[in-house]
């Protein structure tokens, strides 16, 4: 999950990123990239329709206050989940104005965030999560099958919907797709998600569609391990719930 948390106060932004990855963690959420920023300007500067999942904003910043930041991002994105920290009441019927999912007052404890994050619907938020190719077009992660690359263009086998091709280079891609921990290249210009994995037996990888992939030898110990990893994850994250 990729998370922004901007707060003018050096102290609660490092305990909210603090205690926000630990209740992630606690939920069974492991493969997490949450940014900090110390101001909104900051933030707006960074931020891009899509790049995030979940944003906390603290309302009473100098420059642009929270609220404002958030009508900026709530006019080109609707599915990002809005969160406000502050030490007041009084934006509270503005945080309804941008469809804010969470208000918490400060001092903000674990418990609060955890409290939080129960209320977002991780799962289905995971659920929604994309990348944006250079040419525009919008992928949902968990529709991915696999890609394979071939003569500059990549290609991307989905579970529903018709196969996506771009121009991209494989180092490119690779580094778009693998910062999420479910994605692995497992052969030459091949990448799998581990969700979509039925079975994984010695160097044979067979899909939830009934295609089988190989991995090549020199990756094989390191898909294996990665693989076990994500599973035993998938383990604690059921077993929470």
Same mark, same amino acid.
């Given at each position: 999950?990729?998370?922004?948390?901007?707060?003018?106060?050096?102290?609660?932004?490092?305990?909210?990123?603090?205690?926000?990855? =630990? %209740?992630?963690?606690?939920? %069974?959420?492991?493969? !997490?990239?949450?940014?900090?920023?110390?101001?909104?300007?900051?933030?707006?500067?960074?931020?891009?329709?899509?790049?995030?999942?979940?944003?906390?904003?603290?309302? /009473?910043?100098?420059?642009?206050?929270?609220?404002?930041?958030?009508? +900026?991002?709530?006019?080109?994105?609707?599915?990002?989940?809005?969160?406000?920290?502050?030490?007041?009441?009084?934006?509270?019927?503005?945080? /309804?104005?941008?469809?804010?999912?969470?208000?918490?007052?400060?001092?903000?404890?674990?418990?609060?965030?955890? +409290?939080?994050?129960?209320?977002?619907?991780?799962?289905?938020?995971?659920?929604?999560?994309?990348?944006?190719?250079?040419?525009? +077009?919008?992928?949902?992660?968990?529709?991915?099958?696999?890609?394979?690359?071939? !003569?500059?263009?990549?290609?991307? =086998?989905?579970?529903?919907?018709?196969? @996506?091709?771009?121009?991209?280079?494989?180092?490119?891609?690779?580094?778009?797709?693998?910062? !999420?921990?479910?994605?692995?290249?497992?052969?030459?210009?091949?990448? @799998? *998600?581990? /969700?979509?994995?039925?079975?994984? =037996?010695? *160097?044979?990888?067979?899909?939830?569609? %009934?295609?089988?992939?190989?991995?090549?030898?020199?990756?094989?110990?390191?898909?294996?391990?990665?693989?076990?990893?994500?599973?035993?994850?998938?383990?604690?994250?059921?077993?929470?719930?």
């Amino acid at each position: 999950m990729r998370i922004a948390i901007t707060d003018d106060d050096p102290q609660d932004l490092r305990r909210l990123s603090e205690m926000t990855k =630990h %209740g992630l963690s606690s939920l %069974g959420y492991y493969d !997490n990239l949450i940014d900090t920023f110390h101001n909104a300007e900051e933030l707006l500067a960074m931020w891009t329709a899509g790049r995030y999942e979940l944003i906390l904003l603290d309302i /009473y910043m100098d420059g642009i206050q929270g609220i404002d930041a958030a009508r +900026k991002i709530r006019k080109q994105d609707e599915d990002v989940r809005l969160v406000f920290c502050t030490s007041g009441n009084d934006f509270a019927s503005e945080s /309804y104005e941008v469809h804010a999912h969470y208000y918490m007052r400060k001092p903000i404890s674990e418990d609060n965030i955890l +409290k939080m994050l129960e209320r977002l619907d991780l799962e289905a938020c995971e659920f929604s999560r994309f990348v944006t190719l250079p040419d525009g +077009k919008k992928v949902i992660l968990r529709n991915i099958l696999y890609t394979e690359y071939h !003569n500059h263009i990549v290609t991307i =086998h989905n579970k529903k919907g018709d196969a @996506v091709r771009t121009r991209i280079s494989h180092l490119e891609f690779e580094n778009l797709l693998c910062q !999420n921990s479910f994605f692995h290249c497992c052969y030459k210009g091949i990448i @799998v *998600n581990f /969700y979509e994995i039925s079975s994984l =037996h010695e *160097n044979i990888i067979t899909l939830s569609s %009934g295609e089988t992939l190989y991995i090549s030898r020199r990756k094989e110990k390191e898909i294996q391990n990665a693989y076990a990893l994500f599973l035993f994850e998938q383990t604690r994250k059921e077993m929470r719930k």
